[in-house]
């Protein structure tokens, strides 16, 4: 496997746990119980948020599958990724279910961290010393 399995492992262990979630809250989404995503702009945030993490957590297994589960040539990504997910996606659950409006400023941080892991793959694989 790899010689970074260890941390590889938690990091992967956690993807699919967020995948979990994911697929929970695209339920959840579409069929909220009575009263809870009551305003169709808090169902379509929280759709977003579902499809955000999912495809996040689909271009993490896919980096982990190109270098034989190591994720070392993308950690930086990743990391980006992992930060984007919680802040994006956590955020937008947390408003859509109630959660203070102070929570508010932090969606934009998460889709920061998103862009950020995206071009960071991006100079990984385009640069001079590339991963793939």
Not at 8 to 15: K, Q
Not at 53 to 66: G, P, Q, R, S, T
Not at 82 to 110: C, N, R, Y
Request: charged share 10%.
């Amino acid at each position: 496997m790899s010689r970074s399995l260890g941390i590889d492992r938690w990091i992967l262990g956690l993807v699919a746990i967020l995948g979990f979630c994911g697929v929970v809250g695209g339920a959840i989404g579409a069929h909220p119980p009575e009263g809870f995503l009551a305003e169709a702009k808090e169902q379509a945030a929280w759709t977003s948020a579902s499809l955000f993490l999912l495809f996040h957590v689909l271009a993490i297994l896919a980096l982990a599958d190109l270098r034989s589960r190591s994720l070392a040539p993308f950690r930086l990504s990743v990391i980006f990724f992992l930060v984007g997910i919680f802040l994006f996606s956590g955020s937008i659950f947390a408003l859509s279910a109630g959660a203070p409006g102070l929570l508010g400023p932090v969606t934009p941080l998460g889709g920061l961290a998103l862009m950020i892991g995206w071009l960071s793959l991006a100079f990984r694989l385009l640069g001079k010393t590339s991963a793939y």
